[in-house]
């Protein structure tokens, strides 16, 4: 991994929180976590190389990965949701995951950043619309 970020006291506290603040935004929307973790290490980043944007993209990754299997378990232990539920979900958003970690290394970053950039707008929009 080529990410470095600076490490002062203020820099590691912005993070922090940053992380807090996706943790609560992925926890009540179910999603946009990733968004904040991105704009965070994006802002905190040394340098803005190709391989750096794309261990952004993993990082936030696996960042939602622990933020979404957190809030999954407090919504099924509260009664909210189960995995029955879930259940027509789970094999084609893994089968879609695996695909997507697969094609990263063969997608520019400037296009993936372009690919987000469209996904955040739409998102809201439909959020918006809804």
Same mark, same amino acid.
């Given at each position: 991994?080529?990410?470095?970020? /600076? /490490?002062?006291?203020?820099?590691?506290?912005?993070? +922090?929180? #940053?992380?807090?603040?996706?943790?609560?935004?992925?926890?009540?929307?179910?999603?946009?976590?990733?968004?904040?973790?991105?704009?965070?290490?994006?802002?905190?980043? /040394?340098?803005?190389?190709?391989?750096?944007?794309?261990?952004?993209?993993?990082?936030?990754?696996?960042? #939602?990965?622990?933020?979404?299997?957190?809030?999954?378990?407090?919504?099924?232990?509260?009664?909210?949701?189960?995995?029955?539920?879930?259940? $027509?979900?789970?094999? $084609?958003?893994?089968?879609?995951?695996?695909?997507?970690?697969?094609?990263?290394?063969?997608?520019? $970053?400037?296009?993936?950043?372009?690919?987000?950039?469209?996904?955040?707008?739409?998102?809201?929009? +439909?959020?918006?619309?809804?």
């Amino acid at each position: 991994m080529h990410l470095k970020l /600076r /490490r002062t006291k203020s820099g590691m506290l912005f993070l +922090c929180l #940053c992380a807090l603040a996706a943790g609560v935004v992925n926890g009540i929307f179910g999603t946009g976590g990733g968004i904040v973790i991105v704009f965070a290490l994006s802002r905190f980043s /040394r340098k803005h190389t190709e391989i750096l944007k794309k261990d952004i993209f993993a990082i936030t990754l696996f960042s #939602c990965f622990a933020m979404s299997l957190s809030s999954a378990v407090i919504y099924a232990l509260s009664g909210k949701a189960s995995a029955e539920d879930a259940l $027509p979900y789970l094999l $084609p958003a893994a089968a879609g995951g695996i695909f997507g970690a697969l094609l990263m290394d063969r997608i520019r $970053p400037a296009v993936l950043s372009k690919i987000f950039a469209l996904l955040v707008i739409w998102g809201g929009i +439909c959020f918006i619309v809804r």
